[in-house]
């Protein structure tokens, strides 16, 4: 893989982690009461910001040697897509039911209150390649298991899991055993 993001120098990470953090901002009680949610919009306005993130997460991404990135529906998309680009990857899109328009293979994971699926084209994931999945933020870990199982239920090779945002309270981690997890700005 040769790419911009493989060449390049891997930018100071607290210096990355300060200016973003900074471009985060929180919203109390959102969506419901007792939630505090961190709104990724300031970032994403901010261009020396966002293009700071996707360059910090594109070298972090280019070390674990994939074969291409996965994206989660819907916010994975926002980070998936200019990082498969400056990488110099293809880019597999995880979505909701319905959604993709070829033969997909699916899995199930648990919500707070009840279940949800997500799908991919039954192509997109070759045996034995190498792939991240991306995301905007690490939280329970349910979402980015359930993607985990489906690849390597289709015989792919998870290299990493890749968010610009952690939320470590919420112990998403545990979830992901043995997955190498890289994440820019963790909240304790």
Known sequence: ????????????????ESQLRALIRDVADFPKPGVGFKDITPLLENVAGFRACIAALAARIAEHRPDALIAIESRGFIFGAPLATLIGLPL?????????????????????????????????????????IVDDVLATGGTAAAVVSLVTRLGGVLAACAFPIELAFLDGRSRLPGVSVDSLVTYG
Request: aromatic share 6%.
């Open 1 to 16: 893989m040769t790419s911009i993001a493989a060449t390049a120098k891997p930018a100071d990470r607290e210096a990355v």
């Open 92 to 132: 597999i899109v995880v979505r909701k039911p319905g959604k993709l328009p070829r033969r997909t293979e699916s899995v199930a994971y648990q919500l707070e209150y009840g279940e949800d699926l997500l799908e991919v084209h039954a192509d997109a994931i070759v045996a034995g390649r190498r792939y991240v």
